[in-house]
């Protein structure tokens, strides 16, 4: 097994909300218990409704947040311990791209003031050498040098989230988040971004951690997929081994819920009832169980790890084989 970049062991994070001046506050328990880990040139994609803790786990990696527990470790190094001590190089190591486009971008500032501001921030380089660097960047994502000197509102939403790319590898990061990177742009312009990122990561090594609630693109992208629910992991394994043979009803519930393109394939059913419970009062036991079609007794007061499961691991006390 190869080196771990990433690797997260029992991360959480949760948020305290205030009820007024008489109460007091509430946790938010956004996160809880998640562990992975990522090596260099591969995608980890995570997956799940909203609310699962998919976003929550994006700023933690992007260390826009401390976790509340847990450990976080960038190249080998615990960034929840050390984190004042290499502050800097940290930081570069690991880059996000956002879902919106536009709404990332300074509406103000041309792309090549916008592609430089990370080397002024961070590196020593002279004007002329930011420049042509942003210039290479730019050609890198299929833009031209012209497109230097423009504001983010004449651009098309496919070319801006291409500057959104550029701007975060403009520090040559070794790990890229990339949070709903295609969800804003059309089916035609998804393509288009997906096979960029897919060059851009063969030809830096760069890994990917891959949110997204979209099924089919995640089939397109990932080697390894984790399924989240409520703030927890409830199923990780390589992604032919989910897609193909989905444990946890919860997984099977949102593959089901995937449409598939081709008349002649009966999609499963699968029953769940309910909405997803508030994460500042989860139920007991797995945080599934009110909706699960398979809960019985043990589910509902004690909750189940994950465990091995042919190539998977799956947290689920009904599965079996």
């Known amino acids: 097994m190869s080196e771990a970049i990433l690797e997260g062991r029992d991360l959480s994070k949760s948020y305290a909300i205030g009820r007024g001046m008489f109460s007091g506050p509430l946790e938010v328990k956004a996160l ?19 609310g699962c803790g998919k976003s929550t786990l994006a700023r933690l990696v992007t260390m826009i947040e401390a976790p509340s527990g847990g450990s976080l470790l960038v190249e080998g190094v615990d960034v929840t311990g050390d984190r004042a001590a290499h502050p800097q190089d940290l930081r570069r190591a690991v880059q996000i791209v956002f879902q919106d486009p536009y709404g990332s971008l300074n509406p103000r500032k041309k792309i090549g003031t916008t592609l430089e501001e ?13 420049r042509r660097k942003a210039l290479d ?3 890198r994502v299929g833009l031209r040098p012209e497109h230097y000197g423009r ?36 089916v035609s312009i998804q393509a288009q971004i997906l096979n960029l990122l897919a060059e851009l990561q063969e030809e830096f090594g760069l890994a990917y951690l891959f949110i997204s609630h979209d099924l089919s693109v995640v089939r397109h992208v990932a080697d390894d997929i984790m399924v989240m629910y409520l703030g927890r992991p409830v199923e990780v394994g390589p992604r032919d081994e989910i897609f193909d043979r989905p444990r946890h009803p919860y997984t099977r519930a949102l593959l089901a819920a995937t449409p598939v393109a081709d008349p002649r394939r009966r999609a499963e059913r699968v029953a769940v009832k309910g909405e997803l419970p508030s994460p500042i009062n989860p139920p007991p036991g797995c945080s599934f169980n009110p909706r699960c079609p398979l809960a019985f007794d043990r589910c509902r007061v004690e909750v189940p790890q994950l465990e091995p499961h042919g190539r998977a691991r799956v947290a689920c006390f009904a599965v079996t084989d």
């Open 32 to 50: 809880r218990g998640a562990s992975f880990r990522l090596e260099a040139g591969r995608t980890l994609a995570v997956v799940g409704e909203s």
């Open 118 to 130: 990370p080397l002024v921030i961070n590196t020593k380089d002279d004007a002329p050498t930011r």
């Open 137 to 139: 960047m730019l050609t």
């Open 151 to 186: 504001y983010p509102h004449m651009f098309s939403g496919g070319q801006r989230q291409r500057v959104a790319i550029a701007r975060a590898l403009m520090l040559r990061p070794r790990i890229l988040v990339l949070d709903e990177p295609v969800s804003a742009l059309d």
